[in-house]
């Protein structure tokens, strides 16, 4: 299994887990804002530099969004 199947495995028991804990869409949005925070330290911790490159990951995620929104698909 490659690192890729790994954290896909693990990403989907997280979304399953988060799920259990609370159905409603709605209240993962604290979950959400606390991944991408934990992404941030991560990405920083590696490289204090990353920060912009960060800022940009989440202007692509927001436009990914705009286009979900909008299509109804990632």
Known sequence: MSRE???RDILD???TE???LDGNPRT???WMIYLLGQLELKAT???PSYQQ???E???ALQDAIRTYLTT???
């Open 5 to 7: 199947d790994e954290l």
């Open 28 to 30: 993962w949005l604290t």
């Open 72 to 74: 109804g698909s990632w």
């Open 13 to 15: 028991e997280t979304a």
């Open 18 to 20: 988060i799920a259990k």
């Open 45 to 47: 911790d590696v490289n």
């Open 53 to 55: 490159t960060y800022k």
């Open 57 to 59: 990951m989440l202007k």
